[in-house]
């Protein structure tokens, strides 16, 4: 009877090790499935969000100069062909309002960080950031005076903070 017991307490033990192993494996395949699901949750929303902003209306002024959207960064048009920021997408017009706050003293890419409500101590999202400071200011839309200060144009400055009680444009 001993014997049978002590086979039954060791097929049991191996029974348990056998689950417990199959169990480790389960959870790093659950966290492999989490992490690929978490990756493609964020491509689904970059390609989403690029979609909408070459959706966004290009201004084309004779025909000729059309060119084929190549991506994102045709949602930014140049300054001199619209009249006001509200064709930019949401993220650009949030740095254009924290670009007039601050002036003449101009923003740092670390702030426009958290403008856009990222990591500022993230080196790849305050480089996400400068990029696109820089964008706004290949388009137009702002200069860059001095190395890593991103700000208004100097005639939009003056009119912009004394028109920004009132709402501005």
């Known amino acids: 009877m001993r014997a049978v017991l002590e086979t039954r307490r060791k097929a049991a033990a191996v029974r348990v090790e056998d689950l417990e192993a199959e169990l480790e494996r389960v959870r790093a395949a ?4 989490e992490e690929l699901l978490r990756r493609r949750v964020i491509g689904l929303e970059q390609y989403l969000e690029a979609l ?7 201004v084309v002024t004779d ?3 059309q060119k084929k959207s190549v991506g994102p960064r045709r949602a930014v048009p140049h ?4 009249a006001g920021t509200e064709v930019l997408p949401v993220d650009y017009q949030a740095l ?5 706050e601050a002036g003449g003293e101009g923003m740092g890419a670390r702030r426009a960080a958290v403008v856009l409500g990222w990591d500022s ?3 790849s999202r305050v480089e996400g950031a400068r990029a696109r400071l820089k964008r706004l200011v290949e388009r137009g839309w702002l200069v860059e005076e001095k190395p890593g200060r991103f700000m208004l144009p100097a005639p939009e400055r003056g009119a912009g903070g004394s028109g920004r009680p009132g709402g501005g444009s």
Not at 52 to 58: K, N, R, S, T, Y
Not at 96 to 100: D, F, G, V
């Open 52 to 58: 909408a902003e070459a959706d966004a209306p290009a």
């Open 30 to 33: 659950l966290a492999e499935a």
């Open 63 to 65: 025909g000729s100069s």
């Open 96 to 100: 254009m309002a924290a670009a007039l």
């Open 121 to 123: 101590t993230s080196a």
């Open 79 to 82: 300054r001199q062909d619209v």
